[in-house]
C-alpha cells in the first residue's frame, strides 16, 4: 500500500468512516457541506454568534442529522426485499382455510420509528404495524418489513403517503394476496406564541393502507389485523380516512405565518434541496417558511426585565432554617431547542423555595414566565436549569431547588433512536444544597 493509502487506512481507524471515492460520496460531501452553509444563515438570523463555543459544532452536527434522518431517499425497497424472500409450502389449496406462512396473515407489530415532518421539518415519532398474505408459496424474511418501513421513514413524510408509500413497495416486492400497514404517528405540538401555556401538547393520528385482499377499508381481513391489534388499544373505528388528516396533522399547518427573514427562507429551502427534495413539490412551498416560524420562538434575547416584570428586591443575607415548609410549584411546561442539534426538547420544570424574611411567595405566574424565557432560546437542559434556579434564587432568600425532566427529540431522531427515555436534571441553591431531608421531601413530591 502507498503512502496515500497508509494515510487514508489511517483515516479510516481514526474516525471510523468508510472513505470511498465513488461519485455518490462526494455528492454527499458536497451537501453536507451545503446544508452547513445554510445552518449557519439560521443561526445568524436567530441573532445567534456562530462562532460561540455550545454551537459552532451545531452546523455540522444539524447537517449530519439531517441527512442520516433522510438517508432513505438513496435507498431502495426493491434491493431490501429481492434476496429475502424464502419459498413456504402453505396450506393445501384444496383444503379450507389459512395457516400461518403461506394463504394466514403475518404481521409484525410495534416497529418504532421516527421520520420528518414534511410541512414543518421536525422529526415525528410513529409506530408500525405491517403484516401481509403471503401467496405464491414465497415468504419474507421479518427483518424485512421493518427495513423497508425505515426506508420510507427517512425522508420528509406525512402519515397517509408513508402508510401508503410502505403498503405499496411491500406489494410490489413480496407480491402476496395483500398488504396492510397500520401507524401511529405522534408530532409534537408547537405553542403558538411564547408565552402560550395552553397548548396541545402531542398531536396524535392513526392511518392505515391496505393492498390486494385489504384494499377495501371493509374488508374481512382487516378483521384479522385489527383483532391482532386490538391488546394495543387500536381501535378500527378511529382510523382516519384517506384525504381527512391535512387539517389534523402538522400544528404549524394551522397558524399563520407573519414577516420572515428571507434569508433563512432561501436556507432552508437549500436544505431541502441538499437532501434530495424538490423544494417546489406541492407539499414542500410553505414548509421553510413554517420552518423559520418555529426557529424565530428561539430567538436570542439576553434581556429577561424586558420580557417579564420581575417583582422584589434582590435579597442578601443568611440562609434561613427557619422555615418549615417548602413552597413548590410542580409540572410548570417548557418547551426549548437544544443548541447542539436544533431539535426541541420539551417537559416540565419543578420549582420548591423557602422564603427568606422580607421575601414573599412567588405568584405561580410569574414562575411560569421565567420557565418560558429560558426555555424559548438556544439551549441544553442543564444550563436552561441552572438559568431558572439563579433567576428565583434572588427573589425569595437563596433557597431554591428546581427540578427539570424533557424529552429530548435529538435522543431518538440521532441515530440513538432511545423512544420514550426521558432526562431529569437538577439545580439546587442555599439550604437545599446542605439541608438533605429538606431536598429529599422536595424529590419524593414530584408526581410520578
Ligand atoms: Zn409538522
Ligand atoms: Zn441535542
Not at 438517508?71 to 382455510?97: C, H, M
Not at 437544544?338 to 420544570?349: N, R
Not at 440513538?416 to 437538577?426: D, L, M, P, V
Request: negative net charge.
Amino acid at each position: 500500500m502507498g503512502h496515500l493509502g497508509q494515510n487514508i487506512l489511517n483515516y479510516e481507524l481514526e474516525n471510523g468512516v468508510n472513505m470511498c471515492c465513488d461519485e455518490d460520496c462526494s455528492k454527499n460531501e458536497i451537501n453536507t457541506t451545503l446544508i452547513q452553509y445554510a445552518v449557519k444563515d439560521l443561526l445568524t438570523g436567530l441573532g445567534e454568534d456562530i462562532n460561540r463555543e455550545g454551537i459552532i459544532k451545531t452546523p455540522l452536527r444539524v447537517a449530519k442529522a439531517l441527512c442520516d434522518g433522510t438517508r432513505g431517499y438513496s435507498q431502495s425497497a426493491k434491493e431490501i426485499v429481492e434476496g429475502a424472500l424464502f419459498p413456504e409450502a402453505g396450506v393445501d389449496n384444496t383444503k379450507v382455510g389459512h395457516a400461518g406462512g403461506v394463504g394466514g396473515l403475518v404481521i409484525v407489530r410495534d416497529l418504532e420509528f421516527y421520520s420528518y415532518c414534511e410541512s414543518c421539518m421536525l422529526p415525528f415519532y410513529f409506530k408500525c404495524h405491517v403484516g401481509y398474505v403471503p401467496s405464491g408459496q414465497r415468504v419474507l424474511g421479518l427483518s424485512k418489513l421493518s427495513r423497508v418501513t425505515n426506508v420510507f421513514a427517512k425522508r420528509l413524510q406525512e402519515p397517509q403517503r408513508l402508510a401508503d408509500e410502505v403498503c405499496f413497495a411491500l406489494h410490489q416486492g413480496i407480491e402476496p394476496a395483500g398488504v396492510a400497514v397500520v401507524l401511529q404517528c405522534t408530532h409534537i405540538n408547537i405553542p403558538d406564541t411564547v408565552f402560550d401555556t395552553n397548548h396541545k401538547g402531542l398531536v396524535e393520528t392513526l392511518v392505515s393502507s391496505g393492498s390486494g385482499v385489504f384494499e377495501n377499508k371493509d374488508a374481512d381481513m382487516w378483521g384479522d389485523v385489527f383483532g391482532l391489534l386490538k391488546f394495543r388499544g387500536i381501535d378500527k373505528d378511529k382510523v382516519h380516512v384517506k384525504g381527512s388528516l391535512d387539517q389534523y396533522w402538522c400544528p404549524s399547518l394551522s397558524s399563520k405565518i407573519g414577516e420572515i427573514n428571507p434569508i433563512m427562507v432561501t436556507a432552508v429551502s437549500s436544505i431541502l434541496k441538499s437532501l434530495g427534495e424538490d423544494p417546489t413539490r406541492k407539499e414542500l412551498v410553505g414548509t421553510p417558511s413554517r420552518y423559520v416560524k418555529w426557529l424565530m420562538n428561539f430567538q436570542y434575547c439576553s434581556d429577561i426585565d424586558g420580557k417579564l416584570k420581575l417583582n422584589g428586591s434582590p435579597w442578601s443575607g443568611e440562609v434561613n432554617f427557619d422555615e418549615k415548609e417548602v413552597h413548590s410549584e410542580l409540572n410548570l411546561p417548557f418547551w426549548s431547542q437544544c443548541e447542539h442539534h436544533l431539535l426541541p426538547f420539551h417537559g416540565v420544570v419543578h420549582i420548591g423555595y423557602f422564603i427568606s424574611k422580607g421575601c414573599h411567595p412567588i405568584e405561580k405566574s410569574l414562575l411560569q414566565s421565567i420557565v418560558l424565557f429560558y426555555g424559548f432560546k438556544l439551549q441544553v437542559q442543564e444550563r436552561l436549569t441552572k438559568q431558572i434556579a439563579e433567576t428565583i434564587s434572588p427573589l425569595i432568600g437563596g433557597n431554591v431547588i428546581v427540578v427539570v425532566e424533557a424529552s429530548h427529540t435529538c435522543m431518538v431522531s440521532r441515530g440513538i433512536e432511545k423512544f420514550g427515555s426521558n432526562t431529569a436534571t437538577i439545580a439546587v441553591l442555599g439550604r437545599f444544597s446542605i439541608d438533605l431531608a429538606a431536598k429529599t421531601a422536595f424529590l419524593e413530591s414530584i408526581p410520578k
